[in-house]
C-alpha cells in the first residue's frame, strides 16, 4: 500500500504493491496499467490514458516527443520530420522523409466540390468551424479510407489529412476575408506553401520570408503535440467509437476552438492591448491580479501541469524577438509582455504558486505580426496540432485493448423521487 499526492490531495493507491520511491513516469504508467480512473478538482472526468508519445514533467519544465527534447526538436528539425516522428514513432532518414513529403504533396489539392463547399458560408464566417466541417466534410469525399482497422487506408487518410489541413485553413482564412483562393505550389514546402495560400494573391508573385517561415515551422512543431489535453483527449474519445479519422479529427478541431483552449492566446493580445490603450502601469496592474480584481486577470500564466516554466514558452519568447526584428516591428505590446513577465516574475505572489508564462503568452504577438488576424489563431494550433491528434488517434486505434471511451460518472443528483402532477 502507498499513497501520492496529487494537486495537494492525498491519493492512497490501495493494493498496489511497491510504489514508494517510484518516479512520477513509473507511478503514472503504473496507475494508467491499472486503468485507474482518478478524480480529484484537477482531472475532474478524466480516465487514465497509456501513451508512449509525448511526455511531460510538469514540475521540471519538460517536454519530450518519442523522448527527444522538445528544444532539440525545434532546433534541429523541421514540421514534416516531427510529424513523421509522432505518427511513426522515429525520425525519419532522409530517404523517408522524402516520400512521406512527395506524398503529401500529392494530396494538396481540394476537391473542386470541396472547394465550392466554401462558398456556402457567410461572408464573415469564423474561420475555425469552417475548418472543422472541412475536415468533417473529409470523409464524404475520401470514403476508400475511412476503414480505421485496415493499415493502408489509415496510411492513406494520414497523408490526405497532414496534406490538405494547410489548405483548407488557408481557404477559410481566404473566405473570412473576403479574397479569391489560391491553389497549392506544390514546389514549395509545407509552411511556405500556407504562407502564400494565405497572403498571396492568384496570378501574382509571391516572396515567402525565410525567417517568417522559419519562425512559422518552429511553432507548428511546439504546438504538435501535448499529451492527453482536451482536443486530444476528444481525438481519442471520439475515435475510440471507431470513427474515422477525418470524423475524429474535426472533433479535436471544435475542442480546440473553446477560449480556454486554442484560444488563450488571443486572450493574452487583448489583455495586451487594454493595458497598452489604457495606460495602466504595469507593477498597479499586478496588484490588481494579486488583489483578484473582478476582471482582473493575468492571461497566458500557468498551467495546469507545468509548475515551472512551459518549456515551449521560452521557446516562443525567443522567436518573439526573432520575428519581430526581421518585420522591423517594435512592438509596445511585446515590451509590455516582457515586463509583465519580469515583474511577476519576481514576485512572490507568482512565485509560491508557481505561475510561470506558458505557451500562450507569446505566441499572439507573433502571429500578429505575421499577419494574421487574432480569428487565426486557433487555425494556426489546429495546423500544429494535426501529427499529434493524428499520432494519439492511430495509437489508441491499434491498441487492441482500447475500449469505447466512457468517463466515469460519480451522480450527485436524486436517487428516487415520487412523480408531482404540477
Ligand atoms: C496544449 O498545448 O494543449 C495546452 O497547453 C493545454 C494542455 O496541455 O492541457
Excluded at 482582473?296 to 507545468?306: A, D, E, S
Aim: overall charge negative.
Amino acid at each position: 500500500q502507498a499513497a501520492i499526492e496529487v494537486d495537494g490531495q492525498r491519493l492512497d493507491l490501495k493494493y498496489v504493491p511497491a510504489t514508494e520511491g517510484a518516479s512520477g513516469l513509473e507511478i503514472s504508467k503504473l496507475l494508467g496499467s491499472l486503468g485507474v480512473i482518478t478524480l480529484d478538482s484537477g482531472f475532474t472526468n478524466t480516465g487514465s490514458t497509456t501513451s508512449a508519445i509525448t511526455y511531460i514533467d510538469g514540475d521540471a519544465g519538460i517536454l519530450r516527443y518519442r523522448g527527444y527534447p522538445i528544444e532539440q526538436l525545434a532546433e534541429k528539425s523541421t514540421f514534416a520530420e516531427v510529424s513523421y516522428l509522432l505518427i511513426n514513432g522515429e525520425l525519419p532518414t532522409a530517404d523517408q522523409l522524402n516520400t512521406f513529403t512527395s506524398r503529401i504533396k500529392r494530396h494538396t489539392m481540394l476537391h473542386e466540390d470541396l472547394k465550392r463547399f466554401f462558398d456556402g458560408f457567410p461572408r464573415d464566417a469564423h474561420p475555425m468551424p469552417v475548418l472543422s466541417s472541412a475536415v468533417s466534410a473529409l470523409s464524404t469525399f475520401y470514403q476508400d479510407s475511412l476503414d480505421p482497422f485496415n493499415q493502408e487506408q489509415v496510411e492513406l487518410s494520414t497523408v490526405r489529412l497532414l496534406a490538405k489541413l494547410p489548405t483548407v485553413a488557408a481557404y477559410a482564412y481566404k473566405k473570412s476575408v473576403g479574397q479569391p483562393y489560391l491553389y497549392p505550389d506544390n514546389s514549395l514546402g509545407l509552411v511556405e506553401n500556407f504562407l502564400r495560400m494565405s497572403f498571396g494573391f492568384p496570378a501574382e508573385p509571391y516572396e515567402v520570408n525565410p525567417v517568417l517561415a522559419k519562425a512559422l515551422d518552429q511553432l507548428l512543431i511546439l504546438h504538435a503535440d501535448h499529451e492527453q489535453n482536451c482536443s486530444t483527449s476528444t481525438v481519442r474519445l471520439v475515435g475510440s467509437s471507431h470513427a474515422n479519422l477525418f470524423a475524429s479529427v474535426s472533433a479535436g478541431i471544435n475542442s480546440l476552438f473553446g477560449p480556454l483552449h486554442g484560444g488563450a492566446n488571443q486572450a493574452v493580445l487583448e489583455m495586451l492591448e487594454k493595458i497598452d490603450r489604457e495606460g495602466l502601469d504595469i507593477k498597479e496592474f499586478v496588484t490588481r491580479v494579486k488583489n483578484r480584481e473582478p476582471g482582473v486577470r493575468l492571461m497566458g500564466f500557468g498551467h495546469r501541469v507545468y509548475k515551472n516554466y512551459d518549456p515551449r514558452a521560452a521557446l516562443v519568447k525567443k522567436t518573439a524577438d526573432q520575428v519581430l526584428t526581421e518585420l522591423g516591428v517594435n512592438d509596445r505590446l511585446l515590451d509590455l509582455a516582457k515586463q509583465l513577465e519580469e515583474i511577476a516574475l519576481s514576485d512572490d505572489y507568482f512565485i509560491e504558486r508557481k505561475l510561470y508564462p506558458n505557451v500562450d503568452f507569446y505566441t499572439g504577438l507573433i502571429y500578429k505580426a505575421m499577419g494574421f488576424p487574432t480569428r487565426m489563431f486557433t487555425v494556426l494550433f489546429a495546423l500544429g496540432r494535426l501529427p499529434g491528434w493524428i499520432a494519439q488517434w492511430r495509437e489508441m486505434i491499434q491498441d487492441p485493448s482500447t475500449k469505447i471511451g466512457r468517463p466515469r460518472q460519480v451522480y450527485t443528483g436524486y436517487t428516487e423521487r415520487d412523480y408531482v402532477d404540477l
